[in-house]
């Protein structure tokens, strides 16, 4: 594999940025889809950016993630496709969550050059919103722990990106920036597609063949998130599997269906479980409640969190927005994640990562699973 | 003066022998109060119908994990109630439900409204970590003293609205001292008179309204003026609405939980708010960029537009909010001034139409150029 | 020389009198400036405050909504509900600290077109000396 490396002035963000405006500069691209700080200075919102001017105040990895990228590229491209030539620069759950939403028609990936980085991970909102100040400091050590030589887990980053296996995982975007391992010193271009190599060629970008130091910095974090993962999807089995325990977990919920909303795969216009279908005489409830002597209202909280779950397991990229958003600070993504990894594990399927993948339910084999078939 | 049911016990279980007296004589089919839900002391609302269940039931526990208004409207959203059912709710949650009435989106009959004079709730975020039961000794002397309660929401804390409008019975909290041992219920209709017939306790004549209730009424305006102060709403302008809602993350959280946003699809979530991709072109040219999704300000705008004529001040929106927005404070401030213009307290009387459904000729010609 | 500023009206017009009203202005040959960008509507109790809103926020230096005069409505009494509404979202402005004199509703029937070439030309100018509106500008909202 050929990168192109670039030596960090001043840090890794105005580098980036940089060679984003050149981009522009050159006419490679009409605009870009990237976050910004917003004008409270508390957060970061998704800009459509075209002015040259505006990337001053963009993040190419923002200490949070307020909106789920993959959100915003859809509504710029539900539509259809943009007539500009854009890139988009997403956390990597963001692009995965892109590529899932292009197969359920809901983003339209022509003309949008795709760009990921290497992630960290984003600091849960809630923490964030105490001291954005103190956030963004909190967030440059979480990138020094994450470059350096030897990296460091870092206990600010929310749980679902502590757990996140795939930080790197770049199989489905034209361009990948690598940060690990280079103590932030370098900032390599990893291209995947022949229209990023024109890129580079137009910029004058010499490529380079020494992926060592990153990729021993992947390995060493690949190893901690999987350890970190294994470790957290066993303590929760003991607290969450199980109906009563389920119940448990899930009782406190006040249907609020934000979890839903700021789902970037729970993309219908109206939820099921918002519909009409789910409003019923009072009779129903009443009926349910004297089987029982007492019922919580609204009944079918766990209904609509296990059909959300079998829904949208098989394309849950694991970003975590569910759990950052919940009121009840209900541990939904870290959950999910424990169903997503073996649902999507049946189908040998890995949500986003490829575009050429079907979606494991929109095909089928004649002979298989025989193992769910009663004789 | 009105009558008033005295029983010898806290006011909690007063409260509790009383809809245990109303399920067991089955003068009502159910109870509809919160109920404990977990070891940690969580609450939800419930559906009771078996008497013995009544012992998790925690009808005063401070928080409110739902709007019951929007609950409520749920249940007799489709039919009324064939048959009664004692709810326990708080005067703001009552006035929403009255709201969502007057929208077709419910019915008051056969529900029997039990209320309190109400001392505020604690934010849903001190219920996650389970501070609340530490709380109570703390909340129930303050209850007592009639104060405004520290760490009860800044919603609560304004709220002027803490006498129930409509309901049927009021359990009486707000500078009662001995709610520890006395349970006082104030029979507010001669539906709640039938009601109680045949229940042991004292029946006496007093004044619901106090000299404590007035000094905290006086109290919260204060700390109303305090909160509008702080937040500035007045001097916000295009500016600051947009420095103020600009970290909203678009989740739509404040109107799923808001009990005036009843509409089973959002004008917001529609496809009417879908963009092509050439209105985001027609913006680019226009602004050089734009946020993505487009619409935030609007929408909170359009909200406001849209519930402030019935904005009951419930508080739900702040609530559940990720991005921490002000979103109460800033609605009860809009939400009053609108509805000084119209004379109009919302959910306070179910026969009073709603402003922007009724006119009169001659009218506002103040906002005619 | 620096571009003089012309604002932009976005007008909502009730079919039966105000934009009836533009027509005669029209056709009566009335000069009055071009500012303003006319939307037909059935009532002026069509124009939901969200419409307002939008347009607002979109850019429109200014929003007129303009019906029959009370009493006149096609729909016997469209336009006095269309008061209060408007009422009410002017409320929101001023509440808000934003500038609701960008906000204007007028009845103008449709023997009326020198009047809606007045009250066209005699806004404008206000919205010229109040400049444009800082909407326009702003990517954040």
Known sequence: MKVAKIKVKDNIEKTVLSFLRETIDKKLFDAILIPMMVPAGDSYAWVLAQDKSLLDGAYYLPPIMSVQGAKALSSVTKGGKVNKRVAAIMRPCEIRAAIELSKLNQIELENIFLISMDCPGALPLKDWLKDPKRGVDVFKKVIQHFVDEEPKPDKSVRPACAICHRFSDSDAVDLHIGILGTEGEDILFIPHSTQAEAIFAELGLSLNENLSRWQKGVDEVLKQRKKKRAQVQEELKSTVVGFDKLLDTFSNCINCHICQSVCPICYCRQCYFDSDKVKHPPDDYLMRAESKGNISLLPDKILFHLGRMSHMALSCVGCGACEDACPMSIKVAQIFSLIADRSQGLFNYIAGKSIEEPLPMRVYEDDEFHEVESP | MSSVLKLSRSAEEGLRELLKFLLEKKRVKAVFTLCKIKKNGTVSYSLITDADMLKDALPLFPLMPQNAGKLLSRLTLKEHLAEPIAAVVRPCELRAFIELVKREQGSLENFIFISTTCPGTYPLEMSVNGDISKKLPEYEEDVKKGNVISDTRPICKACEHFMPYSADMTVALIGEKDIDKNCEIFLNTEKAEKLIEGMDGELVERELETEEVKNLRSKRQEEKRKLFEEINVEGLGLSGLVETFGRCIGCHGCSRVCPICYCVLCDFDSRDYENEPSTYESELKKRGGVRVPPNTVLYHLGRLTHVSVSCVGCGMCTDVCPADIPLSTIFLKVGEEVQKIFNYIPGKDVEEAIPLNKFEKDEFTEVED | ?141
């Open chain 3, 1 to 141: 020389m620096k571009d003089e500023f012309k604002p932009r009206i976005i007008g909502f017009l009730c079919n039966w009198c105000s934009y009836a009203g533009a027509d005669l202005a029209g056709t009566s040959r009335l000069q009055y400036p071009p500012s303003l960008l006319p939307i037909r509507v059935m009532c002026s109790s069509r124009v939901d405050p969200l419409f307002v809103i939008s347009a607002f926020l979109r850019g429109a230096d200014a929003v007129l909504i303009a019906g029959c005069h009370p009493g006149d409505c096609h729909y016997q009494e469209g336009n006095y509900y269309a008061r209060r509404r408007f009422a009410c979202v002017r409320k929101v402005f001023e509440t808000l600290g934003m500038e609701s004199d960008r906000l204007r509703l007028s009845w103008i029937s449709a023997s009326e077109g020198p009047r809606f070439a007045n009250v066209i030309t005699e806004y404008t100018e206000k919205i010229k000396k109040m400049g444009p509106n800082p909407a326009k500008k702003n990517i954040f909202l």
